[in-house]
């Protein structure tokens, strides 16, 4: 029985909730929460505790981890975040540094400033026409390992928001000769290993794996899975970590969302991955001759791409505009020379081919992409993040904040990787940057168009 079933069950048994939540069933009083209500309940009699699991959620544990071939897998129900910032705090209790790349997603920073590690970089080359980061090498890894001895994890995003998926059993191999443990943010490759899709991280000897179940899979937004090899990584701090930072009343739609996902990929799980990706062949099949826009299939020296991606280049503010406003297809993001498309296991040739004709007809009209420079040299790091963020300064117009040194995040939502990090220097190059990124958001909501610089000493401001 799944625990939507087992919640159903409980919901029309006439049993009096005496119990959270408060909203007690009462759609009548409440009629915007009915579908949801009958179902959401709190840790009573029979329904176990997802953050001390013994029963259903101790099974339900033990099907993730068959499933994807992990020791230990922990069902999440705050996001991959909370699977990135336990899986740092745990392998960081005892000091040492975080080796992670700087295309990391604003979790795995926080992660860093929570735990108060020195963080070290690997900076993977950019796509020379759209600027996204591509693979990070086995051999950046180590290099940056021979020069930091401290480093105490390694945390790379594999496959990136755009698709770009790393090496991850040589970086793996890499790390584990120095006895490293290696993370990878698989948030977005849930569905790898599934169907014909490129291997998960988890059977490439990764010793922790996070994967978002809601970015790709069948499931509510904000349920995903921490996988665990024991070996480097003791399973037990991280799920005391896990326990301490996620929610003391998880919710039980997310878990049963969680339960019922799992159910469906034990089942069909291999068969709706085939029909996916034959969908997304297709789907790729029919814009491989496209004029003026052009689909990204992978090359430029990456390792693998997740096909499930689709990403176009062209004017890419332009197309998510008529993508948008002409055919109601609303694109994950864009930026100025691309856009992007994600799919998921939901979708169908009948999805895939209504955006398929609309890109064809947009390839007709569509104007050339304007230039977008590239970021061009590497920022300089004058302070470690925690002590940069924790640091006096002042809100300075961003204008005039060329040469003075960041105390906060800036980042450009989706895709939550920061542009600017804390302890940064501010170049006009960075400035530049800023000004072609949509959708900025900050830490320090102070002043507008400014940015919150650290005050150095000794230095007149
Ligand atoms: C690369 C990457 N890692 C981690 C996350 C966090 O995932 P979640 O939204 O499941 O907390 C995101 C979210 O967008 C992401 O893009």
């Known amino acids: 029985m799944t625990l939507f079933e087992r919640l159903d069950e409980y919901a029309g048994s006439g049993a009096q909730a005496m119990h959270m939540p408060g909203h007690k069933r009462n759609t009548a009083a409440f009629p915007w929460l009915a579908g949801l209500a009958e179902r959401d309940i709190t840790e009573i009699h029979g329904f176990d505790n997802l953050n001390d699991p013994e029963g259903l959620f101790a099974r339900l544990e033990e099907r993730m981890a068959a499933l994807w071939g992990a020791d230990v897998s922990i069902p999440l129900v705050n996001g991959s975040t909370v699977g990135i910032l336990a899986s740092v705090l745990a392998c960081l209790e005892g000091g040492g540094e975080l080796l992670m790349a700087r295309d990391s997603h604003k979790s795995v920073y926080n992660a860093a400033v929570l735990s108060r590690a020195g963080t070290r970089y690997l900076t993977p080359r950019l796509h020379p026409v759209f600027g996204f980061p591509l693979s990070v ?65 988890v059977a490439q000897g990764a010793d922790l794996v996070v994967q978002s179940l809601h970015k790709t899979l069948p499931s509510l937004t904000q349920t995903a899975v921490l996988h665990i090899r024991r070996g480097l990584v003791d399973p037990g701090p991280v799920r005391r970590c896990t326990a301490m930072l996620q929610s003391s009343s998880p919710s039980y739609l997310l878990s049963a969302s969680i339960d019922a996902c799992v159910d469906f990929l034990e089942r069909e799980g291999q068969e709706a991955a085939h029909r996916w990706l034959e969908a997304l062949l297709a789907a790729r099949r029919e814009l491989s001759g496209l004029e003026r826009l052009s689909l990204w299939d992978g090359g430029d020296g990456v390792f693998r791409y997740d096909p499930s991606k689709l990403l176009v280049g062209g004017p890419g503010l332009w197309l998510e505009r008529k993508l948008r406003d002409t055919y109601r297809i609303e694109p994950e993001y864009a930026l100025l020379r691309h856009v992007l498309a994600m799919t998921g296991m939901g979708d169908t040739r009948e999805s895939l081919g209504r955006l398929t004709r609309a890109l064809r007809e947009l390839d007709r009209q569509a104007p050339e992409a304007p230039e977008a420079p590239l970021p061009a040299a590497a920022p300089a790091y004058v302070l470690p993040l925690g002590q940069a963020l924790a640091s006096p300064g002042r809100a300075v117009p961003a204008d005039r904040a060329a040469g003075r040194v960041s105390g906060e995040f800036v980042w450009s939502y989706p895709p939550g990787i920061p542009l600017l990090v804390p302890g940064q220097r501010i170049t006009g190059e960075t400035l530049a940057q800023l000004s072609l990124s949509p959708n900025l958001h900050s830490t320090y909501n102070g002043a507008p168009n400014s940015i919150f610089c650290v005050d150095l000493p000794g230095k007149i401001v």
Request: net charge negative; with cysteine; proline share 8%.
């Open 137 to 201: 090498t086995p051999e950046e890894v180590e290099a940056a390992l021979d020069a930091a001895p401290g480093v105490k994890l390694v945390c790379v995003t594999s496959p990136t928001y755009q698709g770009v998926i790393s090496d991850i059993a040589s970086i793996a191999a890499v790390c584990h000769r120095r006895g490293v443990p290696l993370l990878v943010d698989e948030a977005h490759g849930a569905h790898l290993g599934f169907g014909g899709f490129p291997g998960s991280a």
